[in-house]
């Protein structure tokens, strides 16, 4: 049977607060989990990802799980141990202890962002566009901590039957606002469609896929997604013009333009741009 109860662990974050507003008009009902309080819902769980027991008693008795939870961006390296790689253990052991049957990962584009974004026309010919299946090349300590997620993922899958799906999240924002994010951007109705797929397919195993809208500008090959049954319907290209007026086209010799994680590889700086 479909999922219907659903612990939305990172509540209180950007995409969590996006989702929670967009998620229970597919029918879900959703329990809250962050380390920050969530003001306004005296029913959120206020927990830390590395307290096993507060966890354990978050998981117990939801259908499956949407993890968001843990650092976002690049980090001291103890810092993403504890909440991404020690945290995401703790969800994955805690799931397994409650019979959870499926988790929904916010991995990241992070996983392969060291990859050479495409050149190309766009939109670019599906030849060109990154496979699911290209080596994982993080670009930073966040990157391999989601990469550590997908393994851990497949672990889970292989060893104890617990699926997931992994999705490497593009940018998913209420609007792209650069250059490279008209190629990754995800629309957040299109972000609340494609979780509600990967909680509903079936048979899913341990799937990965990129997480973003029908972009003209699309880098990356959406077919793993749209295999659950994804349906994207919106396309950063409205946003174009304005935001290549303003910032202009991404430049090859820019070591923040030239890499799929565009930023990210440079963060802390390691070539001078
Ligand atoms: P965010 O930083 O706004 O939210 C993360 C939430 O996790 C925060 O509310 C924070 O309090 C909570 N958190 C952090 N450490 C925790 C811990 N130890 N225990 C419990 N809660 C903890 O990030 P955002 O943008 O909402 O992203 C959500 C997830 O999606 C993250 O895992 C991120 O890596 C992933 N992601 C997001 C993308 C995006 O475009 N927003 C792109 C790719 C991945
Ligand atoms: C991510 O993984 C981050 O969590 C998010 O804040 C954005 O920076 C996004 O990637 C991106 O690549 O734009």
């Known amino acids: 049977p479909a999922p219907r109860t659903v612990l939305l662990t990172g509540a ?12 229970p008009a597919f029918g ?3 329990r809250l989990f962050d380390v920050r309080p969530i003001e306004g819902d005296p029913d959120a769980v206020t927990g830390d990802l590395t307290d096993k027991k507060a966890v354990r008693e978050a998981v117990r008795g939801v259908d499956a799980i949407i993890h968001l939870a843990g650092i976002s961006l690049e980090a001291p390296f103890e810092k993403i141990l504890a909440a991404n790689i020690e945290g995401t253990y703790n969800l994955y052991e805690a799931a397994r202890e409650e019979g959870v049957d499926r988790i929904v990962f916010a991995s990241s584009n992070h996983t392969v962002g060291f990859t050479p974004r495409p050149r190309g026309n766009t939109p670019l ?11 994982r090349r993080p670009d930073t300590f966040y990157g391999l901590s989601k990469s550590f997620g997908e393994d851990l993922a497949q672990l889970y899958w ?17 609007e792209p606002t650069s250059v490279r994010m008209l190629s ?26 990129y997480g973003s809208s029908a972009n003209t500008r699309l880098w990356w090959d959406l077919s793993t997604a749209r295999a659950l049954g994804y349906e994207p319907q919106d396309d950063s290209e409205p946003y174009a013009q304005k935001l290549i007026a303003d910032q202009g086209e991404l430049d090859p ?20 741009y």
């Open 125 to 135: 010919d599906s030849s060109k566009l990154i496979p699911i299946d290209t080596p």
């Open 28 to 30: 879900y009902e959703l």
């Open 253 to 272: 010799e820019n070591i923040a333009h030239a890499y799929l994680g565009g930023h990210f590889v440079n963060d802390p700086p390691i070539w001078p």
């Open 158 to 174: 292989d060893k104890h039957g617990l699926e997931t799906v992994s999705v490497r999240i593009g940018s998913c924002f209420p």
């Open 184 to 209: 990754v951007w995800m629309s957040p109705p299109d972000g609340a469609r494609l979780f509600h797929a990967a909680l509903t397919a079936e048979n899913v195993g341990h799937t990965v896929v």
């Open 12 to 23: 209180a974050g950007g995409l969590g607060t996006l989702m929670r507003n967009l998620l």
